[in-house]
């Protein structure tokens, strides 16, 4: 089954993307700053690749894990497309991994750039960018006098000497690679500042840039393989019964992957997470750390190490580089519970679409847009369209419009309002709603026939009273809970309207004498606005014709005559 775009429910956070198959084969693995934004351009009619199109239609789903930044996404998407190969996938297919910095395990210690870290060194990385790291490498070098890969010591320090202190330098380069870059940023800066003022302006900007290099290389946001060696970290959330765990899978220095538990939570965060671990580490060997949520039950500490057959240090980190890794773990199990319960909703709504469908005789009705009009109060006219996809609104695509001719009739502010949306009009629905009687559907169809859209997309009308569909065909069909969908449509229409309503008279844009009427309301103004035509039409009712409309009698209609006399 070819994935529907409407159903994902991707988050707007930066991360990884998954396109797979049924059976769950990686098809394809792609990095977003906005995972939502970038998905959805696989769906555009011009997809900017020719293999887009095979993609979509093989794909059955598309997961995703999100990251703390666009960087740790480059390093996790060439991670994930070394472990699954994707078909679709061209870049990475080497085996070529991202360098690290590492300094080495000698009496004596190296610093390193490597692609295959030493047995008993100490690691950082991986980088992908590569000339940043060897610039850093390169500073580190200076600074502190390290020595290199060949054990050779940089210009202006001496082996006589050196060994002394070298322990002392090795440490602080080590800090410095840890994130604590202070001592070597302040040098930079103090030289910075002294070819400057020596008006050595070349000088200055290259320390300048050094800085720079130091402050894009040791990021927060590089994953430090010193704090992630072997480390998997459990996020949980939950709505009522309702749960969701996410495992985050660290090994040598990178995010390896991300597996989704859906659960019933009945009990303690405790309870859920312990039975969630040795259901997953049952059949697989479990890390040497692992970062939870909570304190787990009795004995289940003692159950990971004897499946792993060494100790298990289990940790409920409250600070630090691992903390950080346990809340993105939390992230990405809340935003997988929010689509889980999306999609559980989804499917009801779905139906619901399905249902609606067949009451109307048509085969689907997966792209509906619902129209309504207001002519709100001191004349101002304007009108909405709604759109729901798979009986779910789709807010993104709400739209206001403010009537710019000079019709004063709910036909007329309709049909102007029609013409602008159709005239920008890209995909064809598969139901037009209006909110109106037989005359809004004959006007509006003659309209969109003269305009060639006429046998485009099918069109009815909802009127309000005994909640009545009127369509092309002349049939009259009265809504029951096949409608739901339909219904749900024109509330929604009306309920937007009325909102960009609220929102123009809060700016102080509308006055109307009616406003401080007792007794008469939005829905009541609207009534009125409807069968007479606009506010000058009220104004110049008499208060016979006035009490003669559905809902406002004699004693409101004089309070209405007596308003529009003060005013």
Known sequence: MTVNPSNLDLPKSSGVYIFKTEEGEVLYVGKATNIRQRVRSYFSPNPDRAMIPTLVSRSNDVDFIITSGPREALVLEKQLIRKHKPRYNSAFKDDKSYPYIAISGHEEPRILYTRRPPTGSKVWGPFPDAGAAKGVIKLLRRQFGIRDNKGALPFGYNESDEMHDYGNRIRMAIGVLDGDARLVIEDLQERMDLAADSLQYELAAQYRDK????????????????????????????????????????????????????????????ESISLLLSEHYSNQKPPRILLVPTELEEGVMQWLSDRRGSKVEIRVPKRGKLSKLRALADRNAEIQLERSLSRSSGNIEYRAASDSAKLLGLDKLEYVVCFDMAQLLGGDRVGASVVFRNGKPEKSEYRTYRVKGGSMDDLGMMSEVVQRWVMKLEDYPDLVILDGGKTHLTTIVGMLEDLGHGDKFPVIALAKKEETVYTTDGRELLMDRRGRMIIHARDEAHRFVNSYHRKRRSKGTLKNPLEHVDGLGAKKIQTLLRYFGGMQQIRHASQDELSAIPGIGPELARRIVESFRRN
Not at 211 to 238: C, D, L, M, P, W
């Open 211 to 270: 800085i720079g290099i130091v402050q894009k290389t040791i990021s927060n946001q590089v994953i430090k393989s010193r704090f992630y060696t072997e480390v998997h970290a459990v996020g949980f959330a939950s709505r009522q019964d309702f749960g969701q765990a996410a495992i985050i899978q660290a090994e040598d220095g990178v995010i390896q992957g991300q597996v989704n538990y859906p659960m019933i939570h009945r009990g303690s965060i405790s």
